[in-house]
């Protein structure tokens, strides 16, 4: 993700050619693997920028989750992140090992039962083909 500044810098541009937008989606690799205390900050900012903003969304990885606590996924949506589009490629077992994913299909579960919790919504992309034929 980029430095803070040249992400403020990106929503004073987006604030000056759609000062209305109500929904982001934050791109990059993977911004929700940034730690919670930094997600408070972006999404914080975005509310400074762009007030009417409701929703941001982002990519996202089993992984990520991992390291968040339920209280702290709450307290992301009441900021607005709502909608992580996860990239968990595959939800059998075989599959996600030979794809060295570095997690199993259990985790994958565990981690969107959170995220349920915390009232995220969240979205799978999935590799059609990985396994095979």
């Known amino acids: 993700m980029s430095p803070i500044e040249v992400f403020e810098e990106d929503l004073a541009e987006i604030k000056r ?7 982001i989606f ?6 929700f693997a940034m730690s919670y205390e930094n997600l408070k900050l972006r999404a914080l900012t975005v509310r400074d920028y762009l007030i009417k903003c409701q929703t941001m969304a982002m990519f996202a ?3 990520d ?3 968040k606590e339920v209280w702290q996924l709450r307290k ?22 030979l794809a060295g994913k570095g997690y199993t ?8 039962r959170k995220l349920d919790e ?8 999935y590799m059609t083909g990985l396994a095979g034929t």
């Open 118 to 125: 915390a009232g995220i919504e969240y979205y799978f992309v």
């Open 65 to 67: 989750i991992k390291d």
């Open 76 to 97: 992301l949506r009441a900021m607005g992140i709502n909608g992580l589009s996860i990239g968990v490629e595959s939800g059998d077992d075989k599959t996600l090992a």
């Open 105 to 112: 299909s259990a985790d994958i579960l565990e981690q969107c």
């Open 61 to 63: 990885s089993i992984r």
């Open 17 to 23: 050619y759609q000062p209305n937008a109500r929904r």
């Open 26 to 31: 934050w791109t990059g690799a993977n911004p």
